[in-house]
């Protein structure tokens, strides 16, 4: 399936965008080792989320969907039951990386398999703490298949991420709820603290202290977890391909309601701010995560070399910060991205090549860019762009393509559905002349 765009402006409207994928996958998972029965509003129904329900449900896990809410009667941490196939993750890198963890206290074998592109990524960046708690854990060559069998216990570790990853945090979290004695994770980066969030609200202690832009966090293992009922805001990465919209199309202002504002999330927000956008924060609340509803007008950008220890926070909304800077006056400079290349795509090489389509001139670096940007009034080529199947790459080009000369179709564009299943529906919903082919 592909993406036809027209160029446009003049975007307006008021919108929700779907809920926040990392804390669906985090309920699902969380629900299903609850005691008992937990109720889930507003869960992404993207491809990813529902693999991580299939998953679960192939474990004995009981999931229901009723009037749009779903019910998950967990059986607590021991109560997964023997898979009688290999667990399909689809393309979920997030929940693979995580049921890792869980799967590796358990009574039973597993094997952990995805879609191809899913297949290529890293995954010996938690086989190898998961190994130093006592899983019996193999992977070929470092990506999948995943092998996991049963061990006697888990023991409790002290490590340091050699990589600014929530998802490599969160798996040694969910495996230190059935390790011996008390794991402590140390974050050089402060990274997405989602999984920290959810322990809380489903009443799991741990303790975590701040040293100086670094952070600790100790957990020791539990009997039990109680269920609970969640409600869960919008994606702020879904959100950020239309701040970017309403950014880049003259005469545009947007009203994104209800998006999650976690502050290891924003880091897109502040560098846009820093670039010159106009956009205001309404109506704050705080629930399991901040929230507010995001404000957006056309605004004139500048470059900017990007803050480092933003990049962390961002990783997921690269994309379209790349097209911000594109669009902006003079140079951004981008350096410490080298997990870019490590994504659904090799995201730097993938951005480097669909900003050379545009017709945008950039110096690409192993672990950054350089980006010379065609300021405010500028436009880009009307041109056939390669999304590699990457949906963060199909929907921030689509939205590029907005300040084309004239038309220019996004190649590849079915993985769109792992996060954003009505993405071309909010597009026409602004006024973007979108259509699939």
């Given at each position: 399936m592909d993406f036809l765009i027209k160029s446009g402006q003049n975007l307006k409207g008021v919108i929700t965008v779907p809920g926040d994928k990392s804390i669906s996958h985090r309920s699902?998972?969380?629900?299903?080792?609850?005691?008992?029965?937990?109720?889930?509003?507003?869960?992404?129904?993207?491809?990813?989320?529902?693999?991580?329900i299939e998953v679960f449900r192939n474990m004995g896990i009981n999931i229901v969907k009723e009037r749009g809410i779903y019910s998950v009667e967990g059986k607590g941490l021991r109560g997964l039951?023997?898979?009688?196939?290999?667990?399909?993750?689809?393309?979920?890198?997030?929940s693979i990386r995580l049921c890792s963890g869980i799967l590796s206290a358990q009574s039973f074998e597993s094997t952990l398999i995805g879609d191809s592109s899913l297949s290529s990524r890293p995954m010996q960046r938690i086989v190898e703490p998961l190994t130093a708690m006592g899983a019996n854990i193999t992977s070929k060559n470092g990506?999948?298949?995943?092998?996991?069998?049963?061990?006697d216990s888990l023991k409790s570790i002290n490590y340091s991420l050699p990589i600014a990853s929530a998802q490599v945090k969160s798996c040694i979290m969910l495996s230190a709820l059935y390790a011996e004695g008390v794991t402590t994770i140390e974050e050089n980066v402060v990274t997405r603290d989602h999984t920290e969030n959810m322990f809380k609200h489903f009443g799991i202690p741990l303790e975590m202290e701040d040293l100086e832009g670094k952070k600790r966090i100790n957990l020791t293992s539990i009997d039990s977890i109680n269920p609970t009922d969640i409600k869960i805001?919008?994606?702020?990465?879904?959100?950020?391909?239309?701040?970017?919209?309403?950014?880049?199309?003259?005469?545009?202002?947007?009203?994104?309601?209800?998006?999650?504002?976690?502050?290891?999330?924003?880091?897109?927000?502040?560098?846009?701010?820093?670039?010159?956008?106009?956009?205001?924060?309404?109506?704050?609340?705080?629930?399991?995560?901040?929230t507010a509803d995001i404000l957006v007008k056309s605004s004139n950008l500048k470059g900017i070399i990007l803050n480092t220890n933003l990049v962390a926070n961002m990783i997921d909304e690269m994309p379209v910060f790349f097209i911000a800077a594109a669009l902006s006056e003079g140079i951004t400079i981008v350096k410490d991205a080298k997990e870019l290349r490590a994504k659904e795509s090799d995201r730097l090489q993938a951005m480097a090549e669909a900003l050379s389509s545009f017709g945008l001139k950039y110096d690409l670096a192993e672990d950054g860019i350089k980006i010379y940007g065609l300021g405010s009034k500028g436009i880009l080529n009307s041109t056939n762009i390669s999304s590699y199947g990457d949906h963060r790459i199909a929907m921030a080009s689509a939205i590029a393509s907005l300040r084309s000369d004239d038309k220019?179709?996004?190649?590849?564009?079915?993985?769109?559905?792992?996060?954003?299943?009505?993405?071309?529906?909010?597009?026409?919903?602004?006024?973007?002349?979108?259509?699939?082919?």
């Open positions: 699902i998972i969380l629900s299903s080792l609850a005691a008992g029965t937990s109720k889930i509003t507003g869960l992404l129904e993207g491809e990813d989320c529902l693999a991580t039951e023997d898979p009688e196939k290999p667990l399909d993750f689809g393309n979920s890198g997030t990506t999948l298949p995943i092998e996991i069998s049963p061990t805001c919008g994606d702020f990465s879904s959100a950020s391909f239309f701040i970017l919209a309403a950014l880049i199309c003259p005469k545009s202002e947007l009203l994104i309601k209800n998006v999650g504002i976690n502050k290891t999330r924003i880091g897109l927000l502040h560098a846009l701010r820093h670039m010159g956008a106009n956009i205001q924060l309404l109506n704050q609340t705080e629930n399991i995560e901040p220019v179709r996004v190649l590849d564009c079915l993985n769109v559905n792992t996060s954003y299943p009505n993405f071309i529906d909010t597009c026409k919903e602004i006024g973007i002349d979108i259509e699939q082919s």
